[in-house]
Each structure stands twice: as C-alpha cells, then as structure tokens.
C-alpha cells in the first residue's frame, strides 16, 4: 500500500497541467533574448551583402556612393520594415505583459509559439529583399512575410485571450472585461492579425500592386499605434453618448406612459 502511495505521488508531479503557474520574470527574460537575437540577425543580414564594392562604384557611379546605394534601396526598405515590425512586435508582448499578473504554462507556450514566428522574420526579410522584382517569386515572398507577421501576433492574441478567461487570477483588472485599458488592448493586440490578414489577401487579388501594398503597410501600422488611443477613445465616447440616449428616450417614453390615464394608455 505504500508502495502504490509513492508511485502515484510520483506521477502527480510529473503530470502536465496547463493552467499551473509559470514564472512570469522567466518568460518575459526568455521573449526580450529572443527579441534581441533576431534583430540582431537582422542587422548582420543587411551589413553582409548590401555594401557596394569600392571598384564598382568608381566604375560604374562614377564615384557616387548614394547612386550606387540607390541599387539596394529595396533591400533597405525591407529591412527597416522589418526591423519595425520586430520592434512593434516587441512592444505589443512588452504592454501585454506589463497587465499579466500571473503567467501559466498554457500561456508560456502559446508565448513560444509566436516566438517561433518573429524568428522567421529575418527569413521573410532576406525573401522580400531577394526577389524584389516584379514576379511571382516576390508575390510568394510577400506573402510569406504576411503570414509570418500573422501566426507572431496572433498567438500574443491567444495569450490575451487565455488570461482573460483567469481574469481574476492572471490579469490586472484594468485589462479585464469592463477595465478602463480592456479595449485598447483589444484592439492593440487585434491590429496586426487583421492587418497582415488583410494584407496577404490584397495581394492575392491585387498581384500587381502587392510591392507596393505590402511597404504601405509596414509604413502605415506605426502611424496606426500612434493614433490607436485616440481613435479608441473617440470611438468608446460615441457609443456610451449613444447607450446614454437611448435610456433618455426610453425613460422619457416611460414616464410619458406613467403620466397617462388608463383610459388614454389603453387607447
């Protein structure tokens, strides 16, 4: 008897439960290092083969060093897309969990699962970068990096999501259902999913313009965040004068009735 006591404690502790708690200062360290290490891979992708040779400038620019920069001008592009959308990336996980309280390890995978997408990023820079020209390989690629920017954000959604459902527990109630930040978070964490979602099907239909779509993204969405709390809150204040007005006309069309006789109200 004490034997099978033993064996089953034994398994109790080696039982996976997905809701156990999980060092949240781990998992925010392990996401910044991971965040680190792929924009520095970034930075060593475009330091590497997008430096113009000496002799190619003297001979072919005459000399100019910007004429000749000017060749790798979608190279830079893609990059410093890239790069902000690893750094948008970072700061929507650093806002994210600056409102969990406590982290579980159903949240630290699903956290493992969009750290797995961001280091594709570096991937779908050197893929946008290399077939820059109008084909369907640079249609594939874009498409790639849609993709990619979409499973990275839509698992920090899932995170969200999954703390919501311990809101009491995981979440601080200034992000919970009701919470002064609850919609601004919704719609921080929902902004990139929809727009790379978006994206990914504009290039699907509009094939000749996906290039160009797809950087008017990567310039647009910093410029979104920026405006994001203000159309929130723009938005928030209509619809609360909006509840406010109907309960005045439905208050006044009830004291309008209280005022009635029966005779009247029955007529």
Not at 175 to 203: I, N
Request: a negative charge; aromatic letters at 14%; glycine letters at 4%.
């Amino acid at each position: 008897g004490q034997r099978d006591e033993e064996e089953h404690h034994s398994l109790e502790s080696f039982t996976f439960y997905l809701t156990e708690p999980l060092s949240k200062e781990r998992v925010e360290a392990f996401s910044d290092g991971v965040y680190a290490i792929v924009a520095t891979l970034l930075i060593l992708d475009i330091c590497e083969d997008n430096v113009p040779d000496p002799r190619e400038v003297q001979e072919k620019f005459h000399g100019s060093l910007l004429e000749a920069l000017s060749e790798y001008g979608p190279n830079y592009l893609a990059y410093f897309g890239s790069f902000v959308t690893i750094g948008l990336l970072w700061f929507v996980h650093h806002s994210l969990f600056l409102y969990v309280t406590k982290a579980t390890r159903l949240m630290g995978l699903l956290n493992i699962l969009s750290l797995a997408f961001v280091g594709g990023l570096p991937l779908a820079y050197q893929l946008t970068s290399e077939f820059a020209e109008k084909s369907h390989n640079e249609i594939e690629a874009i498409q790639v990096s849609c993709v990619t920017t979409f499973f990275a954000s839509i698992f920090q959604f899932a995170i969200w999501t999954t703390a919501l459902l311990h809101g009491r527990e995981t979440l601080h109630p200034f992000a919970r259902y009701g919470g002064k930040e609850h919609a601004f978070m919704f719609a921080k964490l929902a902004l990139y999913p929809c727009v790379s979602l978006g994206t990914f099907f504009l290039t699907c239909l509009l094939s000749e313009f996906s290039t160009a779509i797809f950087h008017l993204m990567q310039i647009v969405i910093p410029f979104a965040f920026l405006a994001l709390r203000i159309f929130v809150r723009i938005s928030l204040t209509v619809i609360k004068s909006v509840k406010s007005f109907s309960r005045r006309k439905v208050v006044l069309l009830e004291e309008e009735e209280a005022c009635l006789s029966p005779t009247e109200t029955l007529s």
